[in-house]
């Protein structure tokens, strides 16, 4: 039987050591390939699509209900896309990954207001499963990539481009609604998040992988 073991003593300056690592990984150029990659993966999941997939649906006269509960089995996708992806990345580059990721979204989004109508369609279930799939899918890459790089700060380097992702999302809800107001549609807010997609999946090409070292 393994013998008693004491609580370990508590440490401080933890804040103190997120700033240096903030401070430090800010100096490195992968750093700022996946904050920048982040800030598109924000843009073009939670940002927009959990703050206005519903009223885009609506602009399709499909009623609020039957959007939120695809919006829901969307969730539901991106949960198994989340652990698909976990498993992959064990397996594969993470940064080929992130490019298949992005470039499926870019896809899916592109295609998503011929694909929104009154009723649920093949096209409309095809679309939540695939966007769903990649939805959550490029965490795991990306936290792998930022132990690659990053060793035992990897994961305070990860909480930082999670702000960069939440800022993207952040931008994304409000100026996503924004433009409908303006241009009466959410067609050119799907161009324009693809295409910046389309540039993530780039982005994660001139990331240079890192071997990991014992």
């Not at 896809?107 to 990649?134: D, H, W």
Request: charged share 10%; glycine share 10%; hydrophobic share 55%.
């Amino acid at each position: 039987m393994p013998g008693f073991v004491p609580k370990p003593a508590p440490e401080t300056g933890a804040a103190i050591r997120t700033v240096r690592v903030l401070s430090g990984a800010a100096r490195t150029g992968m750093f700022w390939l996946l904050a920048g990659m982040f800030v598109v993966c924000g843009a073009s999941t939670n940002g927009i699509m959990w703050s206005n997939f519903v009223p885009a649906a609506s602009d399709h006269h499909m009623p609020a209900t039957v959007a939120a509960s695809l919006l829901s089995l969307i969730g539901v996708f991106s949960t198994v896309g989340a652990l698909a992806s976990g498993w992959l990345t064990d397996r594969f580059d993470p940064r080929r990954l992130l490019t298949v990721y992005f470039g499926v979204r870019a896809v899916t989004l592109i295609l998503l207001p011929g694909v929104l109508a009154t009723t649920v369609g093949p096209s409309v279930i095809a679309f939540v499963i695939v966007y769903g799939l990649v939805d959550m899918a490029t965490v795991p890459p990306v936290i792998a990539l930022c132990r690659m790089r990053y060793r035992e700060d990897g994961p305070i380097v990860f909480g930082w481009t999670n702000v960069a992702h939440q800022l993207g999302a952040g931008t994304s809800a409000f100026v996503g609604a924004l433009a409908r107001e303006a241009s009466g549609s959410y067609t050119s807010v799907w161009l324009v998040l693809s295409a910046m997609c389309v540039l993530a999946a780039l982005l994660a090409v001139l990331v240079r992988r890192v071997p990991v070292t014992s």
